[in-house]
Structure formats: structure tokens, C-alpha cells
């Protein structure tokens, strides 16, 4: 009997969705009281959410632009993104992958954004300075608030860098993206790297997957040139440590992120920062950012990581 109501119900919410506003759909689950079964109000909760191509399609222009590249929908499928998830994103920016998993989680489900630890920032010279590094202190708190202002779902939101996740979030994450972070990780102390992959492997779930996206270097680069420091690192290199750290890789490999036109030769120079959206070579030079736009962004690997059973 309740599994032809869950399916009456799912049906009926389904016309709705299709002749009704969102939230006229939502009002209609709500009659779902407190004694319906697991079954139906997980039936309920995915008739009422999203899809995740229409949330990607309601990105802004500026955003979809890239998709060609950085292929988002295929990703997340990949690595088994779904509402009511928890997911934990390494190094999350301005946000660009957190705009999309927002809505994708949906209310049920949660986002943990992962900084890099103020110590490590510290190692990179350049951009960082006192005033950075003091900023970076309050990340977690900052993201949270520009999570929260973000989509108009109101998953759980919250944040910490690594060497401080909080214990209450331990064993808690479905999924952890670690999207273009990796190479940072590697470049520095081998001891950020056992930190982080720590942490990592802590906020997981025990059935849960490391989704790691990288820009790729060949295979016959020197390895001291595919360390990070250049933005590529090999895959094999990452499958190793992943395996080191007490991870195992998860099927094959996917080409969902591949570029087989980019092809870096380790000459000067040659990093993945001379490629767009950042053309860091070829910026002031038509000639050469025309042929560096003909490349795109670089060629990356798409792994998928469990922790080891054993």
C-alpha cells in the first residue's frame, strides 16, 4: 500500500511540476505529514528539487561561458553529486563551483567550504602580503556569509582551513571536490600535503569520494618540473600519493576535462597560467594569445578516490 501511495504521490507531484511554480510544488509536498514513510518523502524531495541542468542553465552568462571547459554537469555526475548531500569543496575562490552546488544540494543538504591554511598562504610570496594573510584568518567566517548570499537554496553552509576541521564535521561529507587545488597542496612542505590529505580522509564519510579535477602533465615531463609549482602535476604522481595517504582510486579514470591540444613542453614559462582564462604570458601580445586561446584551458584528469578499506 505505501509504495502505490509513493507512487500516486510522485505522479501527482510530477503534473504539478510541470503546470505549476516551484513553489506551488513545494506547498503540495508539505501535505506529506510526519507518518508518511522514508520512502515517499524522498520520492517528494526529488520531484521538488532542480535538476542540475537547470541550475547550471541559470547561471549567469559570465559563468556558462566556460562550461566548455570546465564541463560542470558531467563532473558532478561523475563524482555522484546529489540533493540532500553533504559536499566539501577544496579551495572554493570566488565561488564558482559553490554558485552551482548551493542549489544542487538543495535545503536538505549541506556545503563545507576548505581554505588552505594561513601557514601555507604565507609560502607563496607574490600577491600574498600581511594584509592577505591577516584576512585569511577570518576566511571561514567570510565564506560562510558570501555562501549564504549566493543562492536562494539554504543548505547548511560552513568552513575551516586545513589543521582546524572542526569535530563535529568529522565523517560528515558524501563527497570532497578538490577542483584545480591539488598542484598548491604539493608545492610546499610535504607536511601541508599529509595535513590536508588528513583532513581530507577525516570528513569523509566512510563510503565517501574524493572528486579530484588537476591539470595534467605528461607523463615524460621531469618530475620536478610537474611538482605543482607550474600547475601540472601527473597522473600517476597523484594516483601514488592519494595512495600513500590511504585512498584508492575509484574505476578509471574519466576524459570528461581532457584538452589533448595542450601539450606542455617544460620549457620556461610553460605553466598552466599561460593558457586562458589567465594568459599570464600573452595578455599584451595578440600573436601569442591568439595561439594560446586556440589551445584553452589545460588538458586535466578527472579521478574519483574512496578511502581503503583495508
Known sequence: MRHAF??????????????????????TAEVVTSETSEAVKEAVKTVTAPSLADILDAQPETVKARYVHRNPEATLKFFGVKPGMTVAEVLPGGGWYTKILL?????????????????????????????????????????????????????????????????????????VLMVRAFHHINRFEQAHLAEA????????????????VQHRAPEDQADDWANGDNGYM??????????????????????????????????????????????????????LKAKMEAIGETDRMTLKFRIKSN
Do not use: H
Request: hydrophobic share 40%; glycine share 10%.
Open 197 to 212: 590529505l588528513a583532513d581530507v580522509k577525516a570528513v569523509l564519510k566512510p563510503d565517501g569520494i574524493v572528486g579530484m
Open 103 to 175: 542549489p544542487a544540494v538543495g535545503d536538505d543538504g549541506s556545503v563545507i567550504g576548505i581554505d588552505y591554511n594561513v601557514d601555507m598562504w604565507a609560502k607563496f610570496g607574490g600577491f600574498v602580503d600581511d594584509k592577505f594573510l591577516e584576512a585569511r584568518k577570518g576566511w571561514a567566517d567570510t565564506f560562510i556569509a558570501d555562501a549564504n548570499g549566493w543562492s536562494d537554496a539554504s543548505p547548511n553552509v560552513r568552513g575551516f582551513a586545513f589543521g582546524g576541521l572542526p569535530e563535529d564535521l568529522e565523517g560528515s561529507a558524501d563527497v
Open 234 to 287: 601527473k597522473q600517476s604522481t597523484i594516483i601514488q600519493l592519494m595512495s600513500d595517504a590511504g585512498f584508492e582510486l575509484v574505476g578509471d579514470p574519466s576524459e570528461i576535462n581532457a584538452n589533448p591540444k595542450d601539450v606542455p613542453d617544460g620549457a620556461a614559462g610553460d605553466s598552466v597560467w599561460r593558457l586562458p582564462p589567465t594568459l599570464g604570458t600573452s595578455r599584451e601580445k595578440p600573436e
Open 6 to 27: 509513493a507512487s500516486a504521490l510522485v505522479s501527482v507531484l510530477a503534473l504539478s511540476a510541470c503546470s505549476k511554480s516551484a513553489e506551488t510544488v513545494k506547498e
